[in-house]
């Protein structure tokens, strides 16, 4: 599990492997040596640790670049945040801002604890002295949870209510479908990628295989969803903010901004690498025209955003031109609408953290987009009951469903897919491309618009 590229070779050569923890004790393996010495440490002012917790400067004599990663994050400079504004002895604010404040065996103060000053390694790993006792005993080493209930001890409360506001959005609760699915042995492999936080963590972060059958017997508690940890990376500033502020950078897995050039192949529509963070998930599944089991996965957002759809193959004619979207200039894109943020002003008034996902209009005001949010509000609206209006007269049109609609919304089965004609395939296909879509056209107006009016030229061909 662990990225060996992350520890001094020597530490794995020897220490790591169980046969070799006897030759450590000649060449000196931390995992034979006794509780660690304070001795050099009294001088810099950690006089009271215990051993039970260490402190992220011991864990970084082997786990080296985690270590660097993380010294470079606000993580560590917790502690100095508080001193900044003259609350470095605040017993109400070190809890979440140091190491086991409060515990025995954890931050005091400076004088004494300052290995332990700041959010570190054992804030999320756990006490680690046992760990680096015994290096070979995998029994102490320190546990990874990928949960949002770790993050959520400190990211919680009116003035970072991330916790609270996640656990609200549809990123934290699993479908039943996909817990059924899962539970029996089946699916992972094909959903996971997007449904599931523990295929995510063990499939793309740790890039191991994962058996179908991985989550199987497990009920919905015991499986992970959307967590922080899949978005944010625990240890590292990654780079991923178009507009980092004071510092800041937010620790995503990935960009969040992407522009990709639109392309109807199924190839890009699918190929998570081409888009934002967002859509990492947010992205099509490759259903085309011709499909007839289902319709386009309500995840196609990404796309529609881009301005492109998947086709059958190279040769088919495009449906609809690419537009590129007024809304893809958003400065952080998604999260512009979906993740507006707000700072604490007042118990009133408290932090909005834009973590519930759903959109906020007051995210269309921000650089000016819009002048003031009745507008915004009022321009939404009208566009959306135009498109929904349209998208009933498309589906009055195609008349009895029976007729028309896709195996497993209740239209003819697969003998009977045959027999249904290209121009009522394509409208179908267009009329649910704009409404798994989900935003009413909110994504790329003008691109949805001409996806309605090609409907509505292939209706009027077939005289409906
Ligand atoms: C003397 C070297 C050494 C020190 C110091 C050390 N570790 Fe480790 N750590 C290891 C080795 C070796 C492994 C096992 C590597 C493997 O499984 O591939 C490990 C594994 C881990 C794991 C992964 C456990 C798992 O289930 O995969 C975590 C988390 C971890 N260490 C955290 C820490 C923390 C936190 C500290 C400081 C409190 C620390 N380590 C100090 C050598 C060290
Ligand atoms: C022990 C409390 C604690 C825990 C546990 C914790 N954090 Fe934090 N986190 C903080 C504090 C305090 C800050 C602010 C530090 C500062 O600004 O000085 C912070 C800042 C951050 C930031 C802002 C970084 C930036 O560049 O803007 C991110 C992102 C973050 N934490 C994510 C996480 C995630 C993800 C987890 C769980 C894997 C987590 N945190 C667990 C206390 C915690
Ligand atoms: C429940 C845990 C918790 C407690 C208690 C706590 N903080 Fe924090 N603090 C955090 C977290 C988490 C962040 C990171 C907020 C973010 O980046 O969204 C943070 C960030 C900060 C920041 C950076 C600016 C900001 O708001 O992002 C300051 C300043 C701060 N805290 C001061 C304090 C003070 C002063 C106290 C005590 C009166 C205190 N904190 C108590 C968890 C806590
Ligand atoms: C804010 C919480 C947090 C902090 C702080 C943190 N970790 Fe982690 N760590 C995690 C989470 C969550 C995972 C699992 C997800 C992942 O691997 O990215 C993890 C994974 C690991 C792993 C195993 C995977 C790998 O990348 O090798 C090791 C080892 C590790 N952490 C060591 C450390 C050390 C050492 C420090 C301090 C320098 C540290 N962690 C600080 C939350 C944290
Ligand atoms: C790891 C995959 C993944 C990532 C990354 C992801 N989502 Fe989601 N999202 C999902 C899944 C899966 C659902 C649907 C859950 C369900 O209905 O079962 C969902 C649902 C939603 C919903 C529906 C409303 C709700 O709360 O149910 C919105 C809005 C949303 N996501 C926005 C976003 C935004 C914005 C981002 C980027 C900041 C994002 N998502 C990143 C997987 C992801
Ligand atoms: C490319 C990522 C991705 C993959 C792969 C994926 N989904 Fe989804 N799925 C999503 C997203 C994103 C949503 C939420 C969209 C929203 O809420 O608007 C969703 C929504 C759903 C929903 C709820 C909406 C509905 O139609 O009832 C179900 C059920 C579902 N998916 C089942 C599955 C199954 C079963 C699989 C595997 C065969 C699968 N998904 C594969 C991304 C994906
Ligand atoms: C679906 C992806 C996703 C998930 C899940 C997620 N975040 Fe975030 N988070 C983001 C994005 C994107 C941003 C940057 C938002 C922006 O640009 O304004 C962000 C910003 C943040 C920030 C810095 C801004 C702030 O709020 O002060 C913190 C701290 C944070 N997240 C913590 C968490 C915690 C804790 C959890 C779990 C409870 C979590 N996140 C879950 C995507 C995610
Ligand atoms: C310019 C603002 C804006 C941007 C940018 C934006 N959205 Fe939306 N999104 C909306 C609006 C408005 C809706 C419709 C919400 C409603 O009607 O309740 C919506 C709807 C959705 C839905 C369906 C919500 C549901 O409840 O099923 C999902 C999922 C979604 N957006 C994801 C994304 C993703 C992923 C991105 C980036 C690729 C994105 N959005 C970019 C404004 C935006």
Partial sequence: MLKSRDLRAWVVLTCGTGLA????????????????????????GNSGLTGKYVGASKCSEC???IHEDWTATLHAGALETLEAIGQGANAACLGCHTVGFGEEGGFVDRATTNGLAGVQCENCHGPGGDHVNDIGDESK??????????????????????????????????????????????????????????????????????????????????????TCAICHDPHAQTGNAPLPEDGRDY??????????????????????????????????????????????????????????????????????????????????QCATCHMYRQDF?????????????????????????????????AV???????????????????????????VANGGPDEEGQALISDEVKQIRFLYYYALEDGSLGLHNPDYVRDMLEKADELLTGLGL
Avoid at 277 to 304: I, K
């Fill in 345 to 377: 002003e007042s118990e009133e008034a408290p932090a909005i953290s834009g973590h519930d996902f759903g959109v906020n209009t007051a995210g269309c005001v921000n650089s000016g987009c819009h002048p003031n949010e009745d507008q915004a509000v």
């Fill in 63 to 65: 786990h080296v670049t």
């Fill in 251 to 332: 620790q995503l897995r990935y960009p969040e901004i992407a522009n990709p050039t639109p392309s109807n192949t199924i190839e890009d529509a699918t190929n998570k690498e081409r888009f934002n963070l967002c859509g990492q998930c947010h992205h099509d599944r490759g259903r085309t025209w011709q499909t007839t089991s289902r319709p386009t996965h309500p995840s196609n957002q990404a796309n529609v955003y881009v301005g492109e759809m998947p086709l059958p193959d190279e040769d088919s004619d495009v449906l609809v031109l690419s537009r590129v979207s007024v809304h893809s200039f958003a400065a952080e």
């Fill in 21 to 44: 923890l006897m030759l450590g004790l000649l060449i000196g393996c931390p995992g034979s040596t006794p509780p660690p010495d304070n001795a050099n440490d009294n001088a810099n």
């Fill in 141 to 226: 080493r320190p546990t990874i949870s990928i949960s949002s209930n770790l993050c959520g001890t400190c990211h919680q409360g009116e003035h970072h209510p991330n916790f609270e506001q996640w656990e609200g959005s549809g990123h934290a609760a699993l479908n039943e479908t996909l817990v059924e699915e899962f539970a029996a042995g089946a699916a992972l492999n094909n959903c996971g990628n997007c449904h599931s936080g523990d295929f995510r963590y063990l499939a793309i972060i740790n890039e191991e295989t994962v058996a179908d059958d991985y989550l199987a017997g497990r009920t919905a508690e015991e499986m992970t969803p959307i």
């Fill in 380 to 406: 939404l609206t009208t566009l959306q009951t135009e498109i929904q209006s349209r998208l009933d007269d498309i589906r009055e049109r195609l008349g009895d469903p029976a007729e028309w609609e896709y």
